[in-house]
């Protein structure tokens, strides 16, 4: 696997989906699961909430005039929850967005979207406020998402952010897909398997 | 080998299991776990295969990769090719992937096919101390055998495929005693939903449960399973049950179990994975059987749940903006008052199926207090067995026949109205007396459809009342419940 780019910071204008536990279904919902790849996701992100039945915008954050380029996506607590469907932040990254700031995310949506590169931090509820009212107030402050330091800014302000360790290792050392670190285990996965007792002496076919 | 029980401290299954399938550290609390079971069906796993083509890769274990169709599959119809043309390339797409990787394929012509949580355990395919991981998040299920089971994205299907292992965080474990008698008319649907009403939607983060406690002791494999199910639904990404009696005799004879002296060596492996005496738990929630009733959802995510005897909360009451604000949407979109009942509020749909509930045991129930009775005038009821085999048991025992003369359609297996993924959707603002797991904001196909959660029994209390109602009183003796 060749290495992958390290992702220290992502730095761009924000917008705030309102809302805790927003999940995955309304992130993304079920009938465009219909594909055989993600490539196509990116229209999609949040459709029943932003698009009425006959196509006309129902006037989500998503988009008003000044979210176009964002790059940094804030919600509330349990971002992500419900589906495993990857399609979630496979859409919110094909519709360009980079990084997510909320209270707190699901893991499952978590593990996906750190698997592309795409930084999940958390703010306490306090500052979370902060930085929603300013990007409500101002949307054309330039926010960053400081991977490195583990901290999001906001014009002049600085909020302590919280990343786990192994989502902030991954993300600066560019083993983010963490497929070439499998792929490196070598004999050990024969190993573990032979000492559990219910997986084939040989595997592998 | 010195006797374990004397030789290393007590640990959980969760610990043991997790200890087992450890292949390495890669730091920063990440482990690379082996998956000793990996389950795949038509939806999460095409893209999956497509990256495995562009890195060259091929699959680890194809002997320990299974697959299924049930997301996307028609209900009312098998005649190929299916009406919806993308419906039909995915299931060909697996049909193509299986084949050219040498894995097996349930498909929907050899009677094994259904929801994946409902094959694995039916073929004796799932088993106690394993690792599972499948791309749904209803993997969970399978925790009701004493497996750790794992919802995973679509990339780490890759990744299960191409090295048999994933990347996983360490997770703390909840034990979750639930202690004495559920009273009549109180069913393994409820227990879940009143746990996650409890603890919250998001309370399991971070957590793996451990079910135990007189109920669960108690409780069938297919009820454990129902709660393991929903385990996610509370935040907890694998939820379980030790294995015990139960689970062996629910095992022993399915056509992946072990054999022969195979068989008793498992068992006696799988006997010394339950969580030892003294074993160290990262929280312990108790909960008494008798405070349980029949429990349904009043809003948009599945912790917002309430007994059915009484009312839907009033943001008034919330403790702070926040859930105030959470209530006011989910009243908002369920159409109802702050502090009404949700009891008597007319229903459009009754769907009976899902991975939560649509095993034999649970056709069994409803069929018990649904004979004789009728579907409410101007109530859409649809009942969708989550296998082909729950479908075959059922017509060898006639329960078909009680659904049809009730008034239901009586369906083909998959995921159905759980999901809306197929033909089978809401329309409009329809209300939905559901026995799946979720009532996100339009999960069952309309964006402004409704959806409460409910045990099968109270399913058909709502259909054949044509309202939300309490199976207690629709059904009284039938339904166990004392005159």
């Known amino acids: 696997m060749s290495a992958l780019p390290p992702i220290p910071e992502v730095r761009g204008t924000a917008v705030v989906v309102p809302g805790d536990d927003i999940d995955t279904d309304r992130i993304i919902p079920a009938r465009f699961l219909k594909c055989v790849t993600f490539d196509d996701l990116g229209p999609a992100l949040f459709h029943d909430e932003r698009f009425e039945a006959d196509g006309t915008s129902k006037g989500h954050p998503l988009d008003a005039p000044e979210a176009r380029g964002a790059t940094i996506l804030i919600s509330g607590v349990n971002f992500g929850s419900g589906s495993s469907r990857e399609h979630a932040p496979q859409s919110i990254h094909k519709a360009g967005f980079r990084a997510i700031v909320a209270g707190s995310f699901a893991e499952i949506f978590f593990g996906n979207a750190t698997t592309l590169g795409m930084p999940c931090v958390t703010l306490d509820a306090d500052d979370l406020a902060v930085l929603k009212a300013t990007v409500a107030s101002e949307p054309a402050t330039e926010v960053v998402v400081d991977v490195a330091n583990r901290e999001v800014r906001a014009g002049d302000r600085v909020f302590p952010a919280t990343l786990p360790d192994g989502a902030h290792g991954a993300l600066l050392e560019g083993r983010w897909d963490p497929l070439g670190d499998l792929l490196a285990a070598g004999d050990d996965v024969e190993r573990v398997a032979r000492d559990l007792g219910y997986l084939p002496a040989e595997p592998g076919a | ?483």
């Open chain 2, 1 to 483: 080998m010195s006797d374990p029980s004397t030789a290393s401290p007590p640990k959980t299954l969760y610990q043991k299991v997790w200890d087992a399938h450890t292949v390495r550290d890669l730091g920063g609390g990440r482990t690379q776990l082996l998956i000793g079971t990996h389950l795949i069906h038509e939806v999460t796993s095409p893209q999956a295969f497509g990256m495995l083509r562009d890195a060259g890769l091929g699959v680890r274990m194809p002997e320990r990769t299974f697959a299924t169709v049930d997301h996307i599959v028609p209900t009312h119809s098998l005649v190929e090719p299916f009406e919806d043309p993308i419906a039909d390339q995915m299931i060909r797409e697996l049909r193509r992937n299986t084949e050219a990787h040498g894995i097996e394929l349930f498909d929907v012509t050899t009677g094994r096919q259904g929801i994946v949580h409902m094959v694995g355990p039916e073929q004796g395919i799932t088993q106690p101390g394993t690792t599972i991981a499948c791309g749904d998040s209803h993997t969970s299920t399978h925790g009701a055998f004493g497996a750790i089971a794992f919802g995973i994205g679509t990339s780490q299907v890759r990744d299960v495929l191409a090295t048999q292992t994933m990347v996983m965080n360490e997770l703390k474990v909840r034990r979750i005693e639930v202690n004495g008698t559920l009273r009549p008319g109180v069913y393994a649907k409820d227990v879940i939903l009143h746990i996650i009403k409890t603890l919250g939607a998001k309370g399991g983060i971070g957590y793996a449960y451990e079910y135990a406690g007189d109920v669960f002791d108690a409780m069938g494999m297919e009820e454990r399973m129902t709660v393991c199910n929903m385990s996610i639904e509370g935040g907890a990404r694998c939820g379980y049950v030790n294995p015990d009696e139960t689970t062996f005799a629910y095992l022993e004879g399915r056509p992946y179990a072990p054999k022969g002296a195979a068989w008793d060596a498992a068992v006696e492996r799988w006997r010394a994975l339950a969580s030892d005496e003294g074993a160290p738990y990262d929280d312990v929630v108790v909960i008494d059987a008798a405070d349980i009733a029949p429990t349904v959802t009043w809003g948009i995510n599945p912790g917002q749940g309430v007994s059915i005897a009484d009312p839907v909360p009033d943001p008034a009451d919330a403790e702070d903006a926040a859930e105030a604000t959470s209530i006011r949407e989910a009243l908002e979109h369920m159409q109802l008052e702050p502090g009404a009942p949700i009891r008597g509020r007319k229903i459009d749909v009754a769907f009976f199926g899902s991975c939560t509930n649509a095993r034999l045991s649970d056709f069994l129930e409803a069929a018990r207090v649904l004979e004789g009775r009728t579907v409410a005038p101007g109530v859409e009821a649809i009942a969708v067995p989550g296998s082909q085999w729950v479908k075959a048991e059922c017509e060898k025992r006639g329960i078909d026949r009680i659904f049809i003369d009730a008034g239901f359609e009586w369906r083909g297996a998959g995921c159905s109205m759980c999901l809306a993924m197929n033909p089978d959707k809401l329309e409009g603002d329809q209300l939905c007396a559901s026995s799946s797991n979720r009532n996100f904001k339009g999960r069952q196909g309309s964006p402004t459809g409704r959806t409460v959660l409910m045990s099968p029994v109270m399913v058909m209390a709502a259909a054949v009342t044509g309202e939300i109602a309490d199976a207690r009183e629709v059904f009284g003796a039938a339904d166990g419940v004392p005159a």
